[in-house]
């Protein structure tokens, strides 16, 4: 009894939270960027498999839990992708998302960043289309080595001011980066429109008027996620490189700059990508005559992307 008041009955290739609430996608994300599904063997990822393929099948051992069947689909849908059924590279693993990319947060977050430190620490977002990984890492060197231009040839900040001001310049540049890749990557879906789906699941339309909602949701994550990131740490740093301790031990720094930007990534990564449902609704009165017309639905679901 216990157990099904904390556990919810246990749904095969659905969330364990409710969606339709701030909280719940916060749980459900805080799951998926998990890092301990790195570490999962090869014998236990077996296992978790063979439980789900039980559960769909039918054939589920007596005394399987709710809990054990929620854990085994975290464990799966961490590691296996879910159309080649392959294993995702780890860099690549939603659960990879934060210790492989605190690194580069570290490095666009050194102080005292020269022309060539600034072009080699911007992110270069992994894509299959050429055109959205240059579009966003062009953006991205233009801003920061323009702003960190700007401000070196300033005569009105004192090189204190200067230094701290330059600390920033990662937060626009990420920022310009994403929007940039999120609109390159998805452009046709503005003229092709995305599927919205009926109560039932069933495919009613492709909507341009739902593409671009979700388009602007995406960008609009991507603009928020990096903010703490970029923001927090230069001040919290700021703050701590003027305590005696570190003033004493300055190779202090950089392993507490890189503890300060870990705790803040991870934190702040689960926070911006649950600000929205990860299955959209909008009323069909919002959308195109034709798709009103197909449905007697009041509201239809789109996937907004990540």
Not at 110 to 138: C, D, E, I, M, R
Not at 167 to 185: D, H, K, Q, Y
Not at 238 to 259: G, T, V, W
Request: positive net charge; charged residues 15%.
């Amino acid at each position: 009894m216990a157990e099904s008041a904390a556990c919810p009955p246990f749904q095969l290739g659905r969330p364990r939270y409710d969606q339709s609430t701030f909280l719940g996608r916060l749980k459900h994300f805080i799951d998926i960027i998990d890092p301990s599904t790195l570490f999962v063997s090869e014998s236990r990822l077996t296992e978790c498999v063979k439980l789900l393929d039980d559960f769909k099948s039918g054939n589920l051992s007596p005394g399987v839990t709710d809990s054990q069947l929620w854990e085994a689909q975290k464990v799966k849908q961490a590691i296996i992708h879910p159309d080649t059924g392959e294993k995702i590279f780890m860099p690549f693993r939603m659960s990879g998302y934060v210790p492989f990319g605190t690194p580069i947060v570290v490095g666009l977050l050194l102080p005292n960043q020269t022309l060539g430190s600034t072009v080699f620490w911007q992110p270069t977002p992994t894509s299959k289309f050429l055109q959205g990984y240059v579009g966003a890492v062009s953006s991205a060197v233009s801003i920061a080595v323009g702003l960190n231009i700007l401000i070196q040839k300033s005569s009105k900040f004192s090189p204190a001011t200067r230094l701290i001001i330059q600390r920033f310049i990662p937060f626009p540049a990420v920022a310009s980066a994403n929007i940039c890749n999120v609109g390159l990557m998805r452009h046709s879906e503005l003229s092709e429109g995305i599927d919205v789906l009926d109560n039932n699941g069933n495919v009613v339309g492709s909507s341009r008027i739902a593409a671009k909602h979700a388009i602007m949701e995406t960008a609009f994550t991507r603009v928020v996620l990096p903010l703490p990131i970029f923001v927090l740490p230069p001040m919290i740093m700021a703050y701590l490189e003027k305590l005696p301790l570190l003033q004493a031990r300055r190779r202090l720094l950089l392993p507490i700059h890189s503890f300060v930007c870990l705790a803040v990534f991870g934190l702040s990564l689960p926070l911006a990508i649950s600000l929205f449902p990860q299955m959209s609704q909008i009323e069909v009165s919002h959308l195109e005559p034709e798709i009103a017309m197909a449905t007697d639905c009041k509201v239809l679901t789109y996937n907004k992307g990540l």
